[in-house]
T-cell receptor, first 112, second 118 residues
Framework: DIVMTQSPLSLPVTPGEPASISCRSSQSLLHSNGYNFLYWYLQKPGQSPQLLIYLGSDRASGVPDRFSGSGSGTDFTLKISRVEAEDVGVYYC?????????FGQGTNLEIK | QVQLQESGPGLVKPSETLSLTCTVSGDSMSGYYWSWIRQPPGKGLEWIGYIFYSGSATYSPSLKSRVTISVDASKNQLSLELNSVTAADTAFYYCARHSHGFKVFDYWGQGTLATVSS
């Protein structure tokens, strides 16, 4: 199985400041079709996860442009340009290159 | 607007079978892949398996011997059966859709808690 490793696991951020989460995979997520099968989800308190970023860098519908995804191969980053109070929750990366899909441990973003 | 709604018994006895249903509204199931994902309370996410609307399923190796995912497209329903359950199977269970353009899990249900206890 592909192992997904996130850091940090806890991320206190002041509103208006940027934030960054790293996700590393144990093998390359770059498919022969040129896409990286790396996904980012946010699970707000008491809610189901929601898709933020797909294929490494494409924002899902309705996701604010302060969220951006980058990276290729085994190293990926989710960046929030200016954190808002509504961004609190647990962020997960996940690969969908092959079965079984696996998630990172989650990064808990909290407001300072 | 696509909506997914999980349902099933909240309590299951050890060694018995957990059976859940996901009802899809707002769109047909045809042409899509559908997954089950679970999350033990306070812990992370675990993918269980996916199925194409026509019925071909793929499972996580860690659960493959105990799990069956099926779809009834005529009823717009997805089902999960997990047999020989133990306390370790206590979790929130989510269904989710894989949409076109490689958008994996862009629609989720609200989740249902299944507790394994005697």
């Amino acid at each position: 199985d592909i192992v997904m490793t996130q850091s940090p696991l806890s991320l206190p951020v002041t509103p208006g400041e940027p934030a960054s989460i790293s996700c590393r995979s144990s093998q390359s997520l770059l498919h022969s079709n040129g896409y990286n099968f790396l996904y980012w989800y946010l699970q707000k308190p008491g809610q189901s996860p929601q898709l933020l970023i797909y294929l490494g860098s494409d924002r899902a519908s309705g996701v604010p442009d302060r969220f951006s995804g980058s990276g290729s191969g085994t190293d990926f980053t989710l960046k929030i340009s200016r954190v808002e109070a509504e961004d609190v929750g647990v962020y997960y990366c996940m690969h969908a290159l092959q079965a079984p899909y696996t998630f990172g441990q989650g990064t808990n973003l909290e407001i300072k | 607007q696509v909506q997914l709604q999980e349902s099933g018994p909240g309590l299951v006895k050890p060694s018995e079978t957990l059976s859940l249903t996901c009802t899809v509204s707002g769109d047909s199931m045809s042409g899509y892949y559908w997954s089950w994902i679970r999350q033990p309370p306070g812990k992370g996410l675990e993918w269980i398996g996916y199925i194409f609307y026509s019925g071909s399923a793929t499972y996580s190796p860690s659960l493959k011997s105990r799990v069956t995912i099926s779809v009834d497209a005529s009823k717009n329903q997805l089902s999960l059966e997990l047999n020989s359950v133990t306390a370790a199977d206590t979790a929130f269970y989510y269904c989710a859709r894989h949409s076109h353009g490689f958008k994996v899990f862009d629609y989720w249900g609200q989740g249902t808690l299944a507790t394994v206890s005697s």
